[in-house]
């Protein structure tokens, strides 16, 4: 494996082999392999040379969360190509027709049908129906975005991007190379492959892959693997917040992002496994954003935590967070040709406290028109928030030809009656509807699209 001075990502990868070649670098439990950052190096140059007769172009990498994602990554980018991360729990009909959508006319993914077998269970699909759309130059990685409009976009980043990226994170939740990371959220999305595929490559923390999302794998998992870092999302920690935890455990940091995360769980996790949750928040277009160093603190209560070192928020005139950073986004796949850093204005709406902290209060499109006047979907959910036995809640708007919008609230009870009699004045959502569960996507986001659905069959 080789590298250059426009490499830096490889050169630091490069080192970790060489000072801790004999060390874990990854636990694939659900592959039953164990593999050294040396024999992680000999995959690398193994895949490389596989893949020598790929053209120029982006390849869209979903093989799930196994060893050899992190070894098709740094393979990749051994041979200078830009890599689209894919969910690899999409079928594979999907992710054939997401890279049709995107111009991306190579695939590797895990062998179930169509395309050329490779090695170790990796299939190479090549769509010749597609002219493959060039990336910007020095694009490393293609991050997408979630894709709720149903037209998915290719956000593109160079390796002194993804460098910076993750030295903000590691340096703004202490992160060390001696810490074993357990990775149960997808290594393709955003969140994941930062804190995992990057969080390996480049600070050197030794990743531990589990497949099973139920509390007794994660806790196995957590036990066997010596983790001291776990990246997790909303779901997972209301389930790990109901089971009981062993004594012991090295784990030292708990970090959940990709949603809110609703205060009864994160105390109710802090009960049972006797340790707090930090919130951390980021961005497909900027890496991690915020994060808070003391969740027991009072005043974090509702924030996402202060900026990451290297991170510089401000406001835009209609609220939205705007986002300085040398881990921003450079370009969009098969619209720009160079990279280009740039300020970034999220869709998330916020207040910069006193102390530092940021605040979210809502989404920009979030804004219902019922009966002729505005109503903010964050206002209903704060009522709705306070009013007694609700312990968790979602509020969509949906079409009404009367209306405008018709409101829709999903409450999750919190094992006792609902009171909803105290909400204040003009927030009351005539359509309320208590499950039993939320539903969230693969990546830990609350699924609204569901939630729309759902809202627009009767009650």
């Known amino acids: 494996m080789t590298t250059s001075g426009h490499h830096p990502l490889l050169a630091a990868f490069q080192r ?39 053209p120029p172009y982006p390849v869209a990498l979903a093989t799930g969360n196994v060893a050899d994602f992190p070894a098709l990554f740094l393979a ?39 395309g050329e077998p490779l090695a170790a269970g990796v299939a190479l699909a090549t769509l010749g129906d597609v002219e493959p759309v060039a990336a910007p130059r020095g694009t490393a990685l293609v991050k997408l975005t979630s ?20 030295g903000q994170i590691a340096a703004g939740m202490e992160i060390r190379p001696g810490d074993r990371v357990l990775v149960a959220i997808p290594l393709s999305h955003s969140y994941g492959f930062d804190n995992g595929v990057l969080s390996l490559a480049v600070v050197g923390t030794p990743l531990v892959l589990e497949p099973r999302f139920y509390p007794a794998a994660l806790l196995r998992a957590l036990s066997e693997g010596e ?5 997790a999302v909303p779901p997972l920690v209301r389930c790990l917040g109901e089971t009981s935890w062993p004594a012991g455990l090295p784990l030292r940091t708990v970090i959940s992002a990709g949603g809110p995360l609703a205060a009864e769980f994160a105390r109710q996790f802090r009960r049972r496994a006797g340790r707090p949750v930090h919130q951390f928040y980021g961005s497909t277009e900027t890496g991690g954003i915020t994060f ?19 991170v510089a928020l401000s406001l835009a005139p209609d609220g939205r967070v705007e986002v300085a950073s040398r881990a921003n986004f450079g370009g969009v796949l098969g619209v720009d040709a160079e990279l280009t ?11 910069l406290e006193a102390d530092g902290r940021l605040r979210l209060t809502g989404r920009a499109s979030d804004f219902l028109n019922v009966g002729g006047r505005k109503l903010s979907v964050l206002a ?78 009767p009650a």
């Open 16 to 54: 970790l082999v060489r000072d801790r070649g004999g060390e874990l670098a990854l636990w694939s439990r659900g592959e039953g392999l164990q593999v050294t950052f040396e024999q992680l190096a000999e995959r690398v140059a193994a895949w490389r040379q596989r893949l020598l007769r790929l």
């Open 76 to 114: 990749l980018r051994c041979r200078d190509l830009p890599v689209v991360a894919v969910d690899g729990s999409l079928a594979l009909p999907a992710q054939l027709e997401l890279c049709r959508r995107l111009g991306v006319a190579y695939l590797l993914h895990r062998h179930q049908g169509p």
């Open 147 to 166: 894709g709720s409009t149903g037209a998915p976009v290719g956000i593109c980043l160079g390796e002194e991007a993804l460098l910076a990226g993750i």
């Open 227 to 231: 983790v001291t870092f776990f990246p």
């Open 292 to 310: 808070e160093t003391d969740p027991d603190d009072p005043a974090a209560d509702g924030t996402v935590g202060r900026p990451l070192p290297g």
């Open 341 to 351: 850093p740039r300020t970034v204005a999220l869709g998330d709406l916020g207040t």
């Open 380 to 457: 209903v959910e704060d009522a709705l928030r306070g009013a007694t036995g609700v312990a968790e809640l979602a509020v969509v708007g949906v079409d009404d030809p009367l209306r405008g919008d018709r409101v829709v609230a999903f409450l999750v009870a919190a094992g006792r009656e609902l009171d909803l009699t105290r909400l204040p004045s003009g927030v009351a959502p005539r359509d309320v509807r208590v499950v039993e569960t939320l539903p969230y996507t693969e990546r830990g986001k609350l699924d609204r699209q569901r939630l729309r659905e759902l809202a627009r069959r």
